[in-house]
């Protein structure tokens, strides 16, 4: 079945540090791609997404290519601040990007120091 | 941004009683509403789909009799669980879709309830 894999953190930066937060998916089908970000105390919130084979999601710094060849959307940031200490959830939907059935993965914490 | 809230935050029950989780869109209508079920280091796991005035959907392994799902307004569905036990205790997050928007079906999620059965 379809499933998404993605780095256990946590992971812990000094700001100003280059972010990788790796996620691979297995997937029938071409499923759309996503990351959600959950700060403390609120809900999920949509970070970026690509729907095809080579597209970029970009959104506040962050940035991840749909790699079809590599099944990865590797999440990245050149510089983090430390308010982007949050969870990040990889995510695919294998219904065209369309309502529900989004399959997660188990987050990544990330803590970005002063 | 669209916001979805849920009540309660935190809840404590005695095993054997129902506790009922409520979820609303603040700001928008949602056609479909989600609940989802997170243990601890784990992922988001869907339980069911809800759309307004229809019966909810359950993933495979979710008791509907357990988990009862109500939509009954575009702006509220409950989650009621039956006769909890310890086993039930998780965090239970919802997430509500206004419909297709340039061409894509978002999901706003509640900040979730910590249901603790003892």
């Known amino acids: 079945g379809n499933s998404v894999t993605q780095m256990e953190g946590p992971v812990t930066l000094s700001e100003e540090a280059f972010l990788t937060i790796n996620c691979t998916y297995t997937?029938?089908?071409?499923?759309?791609l996503f990351w959600y970000v959950q700060y403390p105390g609120e809900g999920l919130q949509l970070l970026l997404k690509?729907?095809?084979?080579?597209d970029k999601g970009s959104n506040k710094g962050f940035e991840a290519t749909y790699r079809k060849e590599t099944t990865s959307f590797h999440l990245e940031k050149g510089s983090v601040q430390v308010s982007d200490s949050a969870v990040y959830f990889c995510?695919?939907?294998?219904?065209?990007?369309?309502?529900?059935?989004?399959?997660f993965g188990k987050g990544t914490k990330l803590s970005v120091k002063p | 941004g669209a916001v979805v809230s849920q009540h309660p935050s935190r809840v404590i029950c005695k095993s054997g009683t129902s506790v009922k989780i409520e979820c609303r869109s603040l700001?928008?209508?949602?056609?479909?509403m989600f609940w989802y079920r997170q243990f601890p280091k784990q992922s988001l796991m869907l339980m069911a789909t809800?759309?307004?005035?229809?019966?909810?959907?359950?993933e495979q392994g979710v008791e509907k009799d357990k988990f009862l799902i109500n939509h009954a307004s575009l702006t509220l569905s409950t989650l009621t669980v039956t006769s909890a036990h310890p086993e039930d205790s998780s965090f239970y997050i919802c997430?509500?879709?206004?419909?297709?928007?340039?061409?894509?079906?978002?999901?706003?999620f509640g900040p979730g309830t910590r249901l603790t059965v003892t």
């Open positions: 997937a029938t089908g071409y499923p759309s």
């Open positions: 997430s509500a879709s206004g419909g297709l928007t340039l061409g894509f079906y978002e999901q706003y």
């Open positions: 690509a729907t095809k084979a080579d």
């Open positions: 809800s759309n307004e005035g229809s019966k909810a959907t359950y």
């Open positions: 995510a695919l939907s294998d219904r065209g990007g369309s309502q529900g059935n989004l399959i």
């Open positions: 700001d928008f209508q949602a056609t479909t």
